[in-house]
């Protein structure tokens, strides 16, 4: 894919959509009348917690319902948003819409799920991030502490002293929750855990691939998951796809998994299908009946 390319170069911003600079116009162009013809949508992954088996929330990803081409994913337009600047009112879009679900998760009595948003470090700079949020969160009236940002370690390596400023704002006085993001995969080191006051760490996707085949990224991400909970974080995995990934990562203990095995990014009205066949977790098992009957 594009992100992985671009991964591989160090190149922050490498859409194949983007790289001549003709095209980045036209997509720029594009990219500004799909947020005013509303093309722009969520699609929602849910995280499942892999020792009982039930939904602790979700993650919300960008969508572009492009009236040529159909539906486009993140990975590629979201690299054109960021060089464009586009991604701040991309981004406040998709901060509000995250809020209004979880508005209504909470208006479900779905109290506990959360939904994580990501964030790209553009947003950190350009635009006020903290009004942004601060405004979703008492108009939708949510509990903040169930938005969760997600931040890149690249991301955060780009400006570290203000991108940890602006992170530490927004988690003392709103309360929301940080995860960081594609773990394992940037250059940070383990000290920018504490630094940058995380609660989540997303393992990689490249590295749950290599699991169970490739034995030194096992011993890896089961330090990386032991380290990480010693920490007192919350640990994902991205990206599971195969049964012997969910066998090997359940024996880990207490993670939470994201994967097309478990399911796809779903549309707004595919949601409850999950939450029916999952469950959602930390809610109360029904109880039981004494002396019916
Ligand atoms: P990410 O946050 O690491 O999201 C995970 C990506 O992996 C998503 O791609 C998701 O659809 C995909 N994925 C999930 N499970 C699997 C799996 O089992 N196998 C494989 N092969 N892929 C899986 P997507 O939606 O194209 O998003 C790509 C990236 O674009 C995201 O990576 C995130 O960094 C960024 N992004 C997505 N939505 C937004 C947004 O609203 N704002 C910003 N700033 N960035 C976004
Ligand atoms: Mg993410
Ligand atoms: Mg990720
Ligand atoms: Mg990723």
Redesign the pocket.
Known sequence: SA?DAGKNCYQFYSPHLSHRADHLMQWEQQLRVALTERQLFLVY?PKIDLARRCITGF????RWNHPQQGVI???EF?PVAESTGL?VP??DF?IAEACRQLAAWQSQGHETLTLA????AV?FWRGDLYETIARAIEETGIAAHRLEL?I?ETAMMEYPDLVSEKIAALKKRLGVSIAL??FGTGYSSLSYLNRFSVDTLKVD?SFVQAIPADRSVCVMVSAIVNLARSLGLTVVV????TEEQIAWLSALGNIQA????FSR?VPADGISTLLDRFGVCGMREPLAVYGSG
Not at 59 to 62: R, S
């Open positions: 992100k992954q993650e919300a990803l960008a994913s993140a990975s979201i991604i991309i981004g998709v948003v990501n964030i790209s947003q997600e890149t993001d594609d996707r991205e990206g599971t796809e994201q994967g097309f095995l990014p």
